[in-house]
């Protein structure tokens, strides 16, 4: 790219181009909000479109393939922080996706919700794990599948122990 004598070019640190390069943010996050992108989207999102339209130099490092590179990973927590600013961080988390199953209950069919991963902090704000299960995690309950929260204490513990079974054998399978 050649340098043009009007050309203003800034040297800003990726950790606080959130700060440097705001007005880009701006613009990337209404067109965002005009496609509908969800929040969570949009950090990474806007790094992508920063480094390809903003973005003159990287000294020391190249523009290539850039979203395997470190410096990108910075700006994209830069960017990230940002929004969170503006937004809120809740609404930085993606919704948690689940698999949809039926069972029987009393005769009745009854929707089944049954997470794909469950979420462990080991050391707040620093390790977290994604687990997958392959049947019903130590940390759910039996109520937890179910979204219209049926009355599950007001069955026979031979109800009971039918329906787990049941919700058991529907989320191996799904899990699988």
Do not use: C
Request: cysteine-free; overall charge neutral.
């Amino acid at each position: 790219m050649s340098k043009n004598e009007k050309d203003v070019l800034v040297s800003v640190d990726v950790r606080n181009v959130a700060q440097a390069g705001e007005e880009w943010l701006k613009i990337f996050d209404r067109s965002f909000a005009e496609q509908g992108m969800p929040f969570y989207q949009r950090p990474l999102r806007s790094a992508i479109q920063f480094v390809r339209i903003a973005l003159v130099d990287v000294p020391g490092y190249s523009k290539e393939g850039f979203a395997k590179q470190d410096w990108f990973m910075s700006l994209v927590a830069s960017i990230a922080e940002w929004y969170k600013a503006l937004y809120g961080a809740e609404t930085m988390r993606p919704p948690p996706s689940f698999f949809r199953g039926l069972i029987l209950l009393m005769g009745t069919p009854i929707e089944l919700s049954i997470r794909e991963t469950v979420n462990r902090v080991e050391v707040e704000g620093e390790t977290a794990w994604m687990i997958y299960p392959s049947s019903i995690h130590e940390s759910e309950e039996i109520s937890s599948f179910f979204p219209s929260r049926p009355n599950i204490q007001s069955l026979s513990k031979n109800q009971q122990f039918k329906l787990e079974k049941s919700v058991a054998d529907v989320v191996k399978k799904l899990a699988k």
